[in-house]
């Protein structure tokens, strides 16, 4: 079983930061890609950001230049870092992990989300 925690959300104004964290635990064997969505309730999960165990990112267009998204492959971590923050930003960020367990199996495993509301 493999469990993904997020942290690091919450209320900021316009304009501010957040840095969002997710840790994976459990029968790992190795990580692939590591990403991060949001979604609205009500609305289709949307991706924000992913990268690679070689450190291979990709964006969304709506968060390129606003958002940095990096990975520390020894604690099995990922990050976002998130600046210039609009409430348009405002939804909850789930974490996904490409987990191959030591049982061989492969599977994307997601993270309990965490809230991020941006006003003021």
């Known amino acids: 079983q493999v469990q993904l925690v997020e942290s690091g959300g919450g209320l900021v104004q316009p304009g501010g930061s957040l840095r969002l964290s997710c840790v994976a635990s459990?029968?790992?064997?190795?990580?692939?890609?590591m990403g991060w969505y949001r979604q609205t309730p009500g609305k289709q999960r949307e991706l924000v950001a992913t990268?690679?165990?070689?450190?291979?990112?990709n964006y969304a267009d709506s968060v390129k230049g606003r958002f940095t998204i990096s990975r520390d492959n020894a604690k099995n971590t990922v990050y976002l870092q998130m600046n210039s923050l609009n409430p348009e930003d405002t939804d909850v960020y789930y974490c996904?992990?490409?987990?191959?367990?030591?049982?061989?199996?492969?599977?994307?495993?997601w993270g309990q989300g965490t809230q991020v509301t941006v006003s003021s």
């Open positions: 996904k992990a490409n987990v191959r367990t030591v049982s061989g199996y492969s599977q994307g495993y």
């Open positions: 459990g029968s790992i064997f190795s990580i692939y890609t």
């Open positions: 990268i690679t165990n070689t450190g291979s990112t």
